[in-house]
């Protein structure tokens, strides 16, 4: 397979938008979205965002995501943060694979993933196009399509230098 080639700015954008991420911290939630009750404050924990390849090796960027204690159902519930149920990496990384892996099959859309300095491999990708995560929407950029959601992060990250 031929290396994939993106343009460095994209590359720049991309791994920007998730380096400015690390270590934030995700904690609101008013009610228990499960029987509406009041909830009182649990744990912290820390979940990891997506994997940078930076200089040939990897770097995993985390958040930080308050839980809450129900105190009517007694369960324990996470603040609302960037991530879809049930997946184990950041909801613009999941929005970037499946935009990706609609026009390439998921051999090529993880090397273009690897190409934009992310490490996930093609079973995931395979996995992540079957499930439904509704519409993303998505904009063109260096001739190429991506999710909102990775524009905003990169504008967040170049906001704050």
Not at 34 to 51: E, S
Not at 80 to 105: E, H, K, N, Q
Not at 111 to 140: H, Q, S, Y
């Amino acid at each position: 397979m031929r290396p994939v080639k993106v343009p460095p700015m994209l590359q720049t954008m991309v791994q920007a938008g998730f380096s400015a991420i690390e270590g934030r911290e995700f904690s609101t939630l008013d009610v228990c979205p499960l029987c509406g009750g009041d909830i009182a404050g649990y744990d912290r924990k820390r979940r990891k965002f997506v994997t940078l390849i930076e200089g040939g090796s990897e770097r995993d960027i985390s958040v930080h995501v308050r839980r809450f204690h129900c105190i009517r159902c007694g369960a324990v519930v996470p603040a609302r943060a960037p991530f879809y149920p049930g997946t184990r990496i950041g909801s613009p990384v999941v929005d970037l694979c499946v935009v990706l892996s609609r026009s390439l099959t998921p051999g090529r859309t993880a090397a273009n993933l690897r190409a934009l300095g992310i490490a996930i491999d093609r079973g995931t990708v395979r996995n992540l196009k079957e499930r439904d995560f509704g519409e993303i929407p998505t904009t063109e950029m260096f001739g190429t399509v991506l999710p909102q959601s990775v524009v905003s992060l990169s504008l967040v990250a170049f906001r704050n230098l």
